[in-house]
């Protein structure tokens, strides 16, 4: 049995279609990542699988359980950390975790044993006794985490946990994210950075507009859409792209923010008939390289956009 089996489910707010119909499944001690922009459905799919918001259509099971029908097996299984801070800012990291373990029952030996763990999983048993709103955001973060996990859930779900932090505090919940997989836990992940997905996750969809458009690992990914290296480049206003895609060996011309990528089956050709043109026009292309197509290269080639977009 799979840890999170969604079928065909939609969500709809009036007119406004927020998921369209997303099928996917979530493998038993698996990290699986939606990876989309601001927007894309998958806080709102979030919401839906952990029982917060009815679907308009179509079914969803969380370790067996509907979460329609079954709404209350799944909130006992399931952990959820969401965007929005949830602690209570008066109250201490321990105390903010001892409530939410009364709160699913764990007994008083257990409990105390639990939190004394978790507090040093997160690295903030120093800070036991702080109030919540005197931590960072990095450690606000690993203590939602840690509450999260009082009750010993067997699914969790994070949605976009790291929006906000330093690079430092991204990187210790990438490590707290990934002791979960080695825990046997299943975590469903929401994000919107790339170098997230490609490091946290064995599998990834992504998702834009409500729909995913292609789920699998970065290797088969990024193969099925790309056998080509790009070219890349600054952009500059003397190239246009039905130049750049007569170049020898171009596939695809795509933009990425304020650079030119050119998809070539022979980079040197296309390297070649670019100093060329840009010899014949006047104009330099800047900051010149040349890479493999990645991740990126898929979100672009799939929703038209970069992914920070």
């Known amino acids: 049995m799979a840890a999170i089996e969604v079928e065909r489910i939609v969500k709809r707010f009036g007119q406004f279609t927020a998921v369209n119909g997303v099928t996917f499944n979530v493998e038993q001690g698996e990290i699986f990542g939606l990876l989309g922009?601001?927007?894309?459905g998958k806080s709102t799919l979030i919401r839906m699988l952990t029982t917060l918001l009815p679907p308009t259509s179509g079914t969803a099971r969380v370790?067996?359980?509907d979460i329609v029908a079954q709404a209350d097996d799944v909130r006992r299984t399931i952990g959820v950390i969401p965007q929005a801070m949830t602690s209570d800012l008066e109250l201490t990291v321990r105390e903010n975790l001892l409530i939410h373990a009364k709160l699913y029952g764990v007994g008083r030996d257990k409990r105390k044993r639990l939190i004394a763990e978790l507090l040093d999983?997160?690295?903030l048993t120093q800070w036991a006794d702080t109030p919540v709103k005197k931590l960072s955001g990095g450690m606000?973060?690993?203590a939602e985490i840690a509450r999260g996990l009082v009750h010993e859930p067997r699914i969790f779900f994070l949605d976009e946990p790291t929006t906000g932090l330093d690079p430092a505090a991204r990187r210790a919940l990438w490590d707290i994210v990934s002791d979960l997989k080695k825990a046997g836990r299943s975590v469903l992940l929401t994000t919107h950075y790339m170098e997230e997905a490609e490091i946290l996750c064995d599998r990834i969809a992504i998702m834009d507009h409500g729909r995913i458009l292609e789920?699998?690992?970065v290797d088969e990914l990024v193969s099925k859409r790309f056998k080509e290296r790009a070219v890349r480049f600054d952009a500059t206003d003397g190239l246009d792209?039905?130049?750049l895609a007569g170049l020898p060996a171009v596939t695809s011309v795509k933009h990425d923010d304020e650079a030119v990528l050119l998809y070539s089956t022979d980079v040197g050709a296309t390297v070649g008939g670019l100093l060329e043109l840009?010899?014949?026009?006047?104009v330099e292309a800047e900051n010149l390289g040349i890479r493999r197509a990645t991740l990126e290269d898929v979100f672009l080639d799939l929703t038209g956009r970069a992914l920070r977009d």
């Open 278 to 282: 840009t010899n014949a026009r006047g």
């Open 140 to 142: 606000r973060r690993r």
């Open 241 to 243: 792209d039905d130049a």
């Open 121 to 123: 999983a997160v690295e």
């Open 63 to 65: 370790a067996g359980f």
């Open 215 to 217: 789920h699998g690992t």
């Open 37 to 40: 922009p601001n927007g894309a």
